[in-house]
């Protein structure tokens, strides 16, 4: 029987594993830079669209929430102002969570056949690349079923974050680190899609596929969500995510992740 320090050392493993993921789709950037800067273009035009929606929610924040507690105007100080400072950061976790989920859907809605080519050039430099003939449009309705499907599974989350941000002295701190962590699933459930949709690979498959290496997957996408939370950085994470969640996909189905094709 496996000790428990053995498998929690096995995990901590599988989780620098998965970060040294994000570390190889960096490395594209010296391979392929031509091509990885291709992928950059998109996510620096709605990286800029989002900081800018950014900076208005911050200098709103303070009218946000005191529309959200108008029943909290009759407290005593201080806990009125305790109540509202953790109703703002509950606010900021709440937004920063759809903000990194709909920034990469976004990004990668309108740069597909950048990211595309990437996603076939990984393929082709590991070898036995699937031929994917998905004409456009029904690459657009694949890309739309997956959207509202990681769509449906964000909406509660999100609700449950901003519930637990509402919680006194630990909600703040427990929903900023539950929502790296869940931020992170649905990262590596989205950029794994150009590799499990070339196979025939359905959105249940893939949760299932992604979740028997739950580890490795955690760490590949809770780091690639900390990178997308920096305007500079995520511009240049974006591509290589998608490489990284390539390798994570075909480590998750068995097949060959050591270059076998010249850059």
């Known amino acids: 029987m496996t000790s428990p320090a053995v498998s929690r050392e096995s995990v901590v493993r599988e989780f620098f594993a998965g970060v040294r993921l994000i570390g190889r789709g960096f490395g594209m950037w010296t391979d392929s830079p031509k091509l990885m800067l291709l992928g950059a273009i998109p996510a620096l035009v709605v990286g800029l669209l989002y900081l800018a929606a950014v900076v208005v929610l911050v200098l709103a924040l303070d009218s946000i929430v005191l529309w959200a507690t108008p029943f909290a105007e009759g407290w005593d100080e201080p806990w009125l102002t305790i109540f509202r400072i953790f109703v703002g950061l509950a606010v900021l976790v709440l937004a920063t969570f759809l903000l990194v989920r709909t920034y990469t859907g976004l990004t990668l809605a309108i740069g597909d056949p950048f990211y595309e080519r990437i996603w076939r050039d990984i393929e082709a430099r590991l070898g036995d690349a699937p031929a994917d003939e998905t004409t456009f449009w029904a690459g657009v309705g694949r890309g739309l079923r997956s959207f509202l499907s990681l769509t449906a599974i964000s909406v509660p989350l999100g609700l449950l974050l901003f519930a637990l941000g509402l919680v006194p002295v630990v909600g703040a701190p427990l929903s900023i680190v539950l929502g790296a962590v869940l931020g992170g699933h649905v990262l590596s459930l989205e950029l794994s899609g150009y590799a499990m949709d070339a196979r025939g690979i359905r ?54 992740t050591t270059p076998v094709a010249p850059a």
């Open 203 to 256: 959105f249940r498959e893939r949760r299932r596929l992604l979740r028997q290496r739950r580890a490795r997957t955690l760490g590949f996408g809770m780091v690639t969500y900390l990178m997308f939370l920096v305007p500079i950085l995520s511009v240049v994470a974006m591509p290589a995510a998608v490489v990284g969640a390539t390798i994570l996909a075909r480590e998750s189905l068995g097949e060959n």
